[in-house]
């Protein structure tokens, strides 16, 4: 491993030749992170059942947390006072907070936007706040996470080109106004490229961002209903414009057929709370697929669900047993669920990245693809639709 | 250690000068458990909340199974086919399955009893049943747990003492029918006396079941509602006649100071499902008392909530940490309160036994009583009752 002298750096190793992937390595205050790289979602603080250990043992090198959830509980002063959260959540890996843009103009009822900031009520108990992009960036100092995000302003999958628009433009100026305001040299600050389905927006967006030069590059504003078919070709024509040398950072992406398509057009990051939410809800990932383990085949089955897999869940317990628990509801199942589909997420990018530096990621890719059957999109859509409406506010 | 050459053995080690307090060892096929020992509940095959390693590493030697809910879901034969409950829990240590019958009288809707067996509905799907004492019998062979308990009738706090006795005359012969059924010799079937709060019942239950010559006796049928008093009484009164050399187990008994109670009136063996239960509800044992994490007084506290504790929990996370788990009901709070308090009844349990052995329980339960404050009886059975209606039925 090279000598690291800033913390902000991003190490490209090899390219694909054949598409857009990279394999990388990302330095933080935590580690170096090697990309691409999957972060698991812990908004308020914690990976949704899993204990810091836990998280480790299933390979994962980086977390994502929330500003927006940290700020109304439990208040950034009490992380700040508690050391901050690394401390708060005893791990010790690296941490990227979001800056909360997507969950102020998704989960909060009454918001007000104007280019000073956002008026809020709280999703928890309708309180109003005010937050701003210097407040924000502040905010996300004292959390003392390794990378931190710009303030956005994410508009409906479904908005007019002018409300698009508008909206990338106060996410321009957003962003500069949280460089401006950064005072902490050790943590990196990343940007979030805006626009819409627009392919016009995007450009102008990429190219407005990456002249204020920022050490990495978010694109948000995706997978929020828009066909999956638009998806990628945002995805690929906006990480075309985005600086060769710096992360990039797909948000809100993360089934593992996605995460793929997300490597081939040159995406770096990437952070769901997809692996964790379907694994409460039964789906354990598989070579072949997501498995439901409610499925009654699997309530006298001694092998593990995914026999190959070396998780602590299909090291320890039968696919019989984990029906049974899920059957009873017992708290343990999301657990162990949780545990197994985070271990595959990671296996999943180390084969990736050494599919990447070997020269073989197409035919990985078409592999992968060939054998994993994905949820069809009218089932992923309903899904998420429901998830939306069920208001599962802490993911 | 001794030569261990009957599995069956319970060896008194030293008995207090001044109450009736014991320290000894149980041989079980899953090691030698140090008693007077606490059993947690894992009715369904699962300790809630917590995988087998988190069991042992709170100091847990045995837990309790429940052979009704195992029997409704996932069905007998599947654990048998899984090679037993020990295999498909992943749990190394002692089991003692309960024989239901408790369950069966305060969960089960539309219960037919007669002198042959017991008609039920399941709580889960209405479906109806039969059990016998034979079928109960078989059913905790063919599960496979270390002691199996004889089907009982389990009268409620406030009956008659003729439906008391009807009772009792049925569990009687109940037992007597499982132990004729009982074929394997690797496990120990202990009887259960009943007699409500009846002390001449209890004496005619206590007699006509030690006359049948069982490895071990429980004292069933207590802590449903009676006052304290009584069932302090009842125990001192009923453990007193049962044979000096086999183990008493004390049914359904767990808060700190009950089981200091029990131990003093000469009870070897206790489960409960109060420290788990109340851990999911914030609750933490210290020293003092019971503590709630959700007080506001833990918002900004970076101590441990017990200071002198070393359970993973206290070791890892500050107070504040888990008041905010628990204010934004991450599942993983209840996980870390649960070990807490596993590990707090281990730790008092090895602390009652080494006292035991040194001659010094009595001073140790008044100083043990003076400083913890227990939940005052009023709340008690406010709690008792709430919970008994909100029918949290795993365990």
Redesign the interface.
Known sequence: MRLINNLKDFHLIRTCPDSRARAGELVTPHGVVLTPVFLPVGS???V?????EEVKDTGIAMLLANTYHLYL??GIA?VE??GGLHK???WDRAILTDSGGYQIFSLAPLRQVSDEGVIFRSHIDGSQHFITPELITQFQERLSADIIMALDECPAHDDSFEKVQRAMIRTHQWAERCQKTQKRNDQALYAIVQGGIFPQLRQQSAEYLTSLGFPGYAIGGLSLGEPKKVTLVIIEETAALLPENKPRYLMGIGSPEDIIEGVARGCDLFDSALPTRVARNGAFFTWQGRHNIQNAAY??M?QPIEPDCDC?TCR???A??L???F??????A???ATIHNLSFISNLMHKVRDAILNGTFSSFKDNFLTNYKPTDEQTRLNQKQRWLKSRDL?E
Chains 1, 2 share one sequence.
């Open positions: 308020q603080g914690a949704k059942t899993l204990s810091p509980r439990p009490v006072k508690m708060f959540m005893a309530s006298q001694e602590y320890t317990f039968s019989a047993y029906h049974h628990l059957s009873c509801d017992e708290l343990l999301y657990r162990l802490g």
